[in-house]
């Protein structure tokens, strides 16, 4: 081969097509403000039904989690993601879709050994580095409260 | 490898799913099926259900059946090769499984024309890919919603089989070159043309240097999936070689989806993406003498999930054939 691997890694950038970053970023915007949007609006809802502010905003992040869900489970959460891309993964919808899209992909391999052991294939790492993430801040917290 | 006495591929077929029926050689499939799910339960049985859709579909059209063939090459990109194992469970005919990632159908193609130049009389070269079974295998969940990188290409839900055998009918399986493990250091799995562009260009200009050839002695060259981005980078390593690849290039991975309209960013890719286009498109083209010399390349990315996690350069692997409508001629 006549190319060197250096030469080629300059040849490839050539050629691949950039990231539409401005396409990307404001489908992310508006999707993702949708979503917010929504949020806010169940919020004031549920205030003005009557419920404390603690119960509320509980029942409004629920409501976001349970219609990501059936978003998911009837296929047109991912068409969303297409065009929303980050603005659909950061809210809590994208946290729903990231549990409920593996559980209905590996069912096939049975309750238990499928969706049981899969079910947090792309979720894990969140859950993991999150819960490991929230004890440290809870032991500098600690700390400085001590101080 | 140059065959002594060219053998010939007596009859082939392709089945593909929805998306494939909806593009540009929609009217070459034998076989759509509209919810790609093919009547089965799980993906994987679906892609093993459009092996043997293939496969009956090449026999039907010779008259011939499976007990008649001596020999299955078959291949897909599952795990331990299930698609083609299973499809052949019940075939009772000797069974070749393979592996050369989306490379495979020429390999089945090199292969069953090298035994059918030999001891056997027909041999049944297969392969398949399924988008939702390599989906769940080398990505994320089908549902999981998320965006493509443009260099990034779309899994053919698709499957060729090809019938070779020692006959007259045409076209003609001519040469053989099977392709050296090319690797430069591409570890992008989003750009896997790039990755498998150098091997393409090294089969390439290996085969035109022991054959004395050129691209302008053959009417179609066309690569297997390098895509949009894999395309180009070959056209440039050839020229470096000292080839122009000119007008005659094409890639399966171009010809199978309209890219703008169909959402598949790069192009297609997947072992059935080169089968059914050789099988569907090419091969009755060059039955009824609209093409003359054809040069078809697979390409396969060699890697699994685990290499790219552990952060392995991707390597390519590059089959070729050389067809020819005719039994004579061209070396």
Redesign the interface.
């Known amino acids: 081969m006549s190319v060197s691997p250096k030469e080629y890694k300059k040849m490839e950038e050539k050629a691949a097509p950039k990231t539409k970053s401005l396409r990307n970023l404001s489908g992310a915007f508006f999707i993702g403000g949708a979503f917010c949007l929504l949020g806010q609006a169940l919020l004031e809802l549920y205030k003005n039904l009557g419920m404390g502010s603690p119960s509320a905003s509980l029942l409004t992040s629920v409501s976001l989690i349970a219609l990501s869900a059936v978003l998911t489970g009837i296929g047109v959460y991912d068409k969303i993601a297409k065009f929303g891309g980050g603005g659909t993964l950061v809210p809590i919808t994208g946290f729903a879709n990231a549990v409920v899209s593996p559980a209905m992909e590996y069912k096939s391999e049975g309750f238990v050994l499928g969706l049981g052991v899969k079910i947090f294939t792309v979720a894990g790492p969140v859950i993991v580095y999150g819960t490991l993430a929230s004890v440290v801040y809870g032991a500098i917290y600690y700390i400085m409260n001590k101080i | 490898m140059i065959l002594d006495s060219p053998v010939s591929v007596f009859s082939s077929a392709a089945v593909g799913g929805k998306k494939e029926g909806e593009g540009p050689l929609g009217a070459d499939f034998d076989f759509i099926n509209e919810d790609s799910r093919f009547g089965e339960?799980?993906?994987e049985k679906a892609e093993s259900k459009m092996q043997e859709l293939a496969a009956k579909a090449a026999l039907k059209k010779c008259g011939l059946s499976m007990t008649d063939m001596d020999f299955i090459f078959a291949g897909d990109l599952l795990n331990q090769c299930i698609a083609s194992a299973f499809s052949a469970r019940g075939s009772k005919v000797p069974y070749i499984g393979l592996y050369g990632a989306c490379s495979t159908f020429a390999e089945a193609l090199g292969l069953s024309a090298i035994f059918a130049e030999g001891i056997a009389q027909n041999c049944l070269a297969v392969a398949s890919s399924h988008f939702c079974s390599a989906e769940?295998q080398y990505r994320?969940?089908?549902?999981?919603?998320?965006?493509r990188?443009?260099?990034s290409q779309w899994t053919a839900t698709a499957s060729g089989a090809a019938v070779v055998s020692k006959n007259e009918r045409p076209p003609f399986i001519k040469a053989v070159c099977f392709g050296t493990v090319?690797d430069?250091?591409?570890n992008d799995q989003n750009?896997m043309g790039?990755a498998m562009a150098?091997s393409a260009?090294?089969t390439l200009s290996t085969f035109f240097k022991d054959t004395y050839t050129d691209p302008s002695d053959y009417d179609l060259i066309v690569t297997g999936d390098l895509g949009?981005?894999g395309a180009?980078?070959l056209k440039?390593?050839m020229e470096?070689?000292g080839f122009d690849l000119g007008e005659n290039y094409n890639d399966c991975g171009l010809m199978l989806f309209e890219r703008e309209k169909q959402?598949v960013e790069?192009g297609a890719s997947g072992c059935g993406c080169s089968a059914a286009v050789i099988s569907g498109h090419i091969i009755p083209k060059l039955r009824c003498g609209e093409l003359k010399n054809v040069l078809a390349i697979s390409t396969g990315a060699l890697m699994s999930p685990t290499s790219v996690l552990q952060g392995e350069t991707i390597p390519g692997v590059a089959h070729l054939i050389c067809f020819s409508s005719e039994k004579g001629g061209i070396f």
Do not use: C, D, M
């Not at chain 2, 994320?140 to 965006?147: K, V, W």
């Open positions: 339960k799980t993906w769940r994320f969940p089908l549902e999981y919603g998320g965006q990188p443009p260099s090319e430069l250091g591409i750009n790039a150098p260009s090294a949009a981005v180009e980078l440039e390593l470096k070689e959402q790069s």
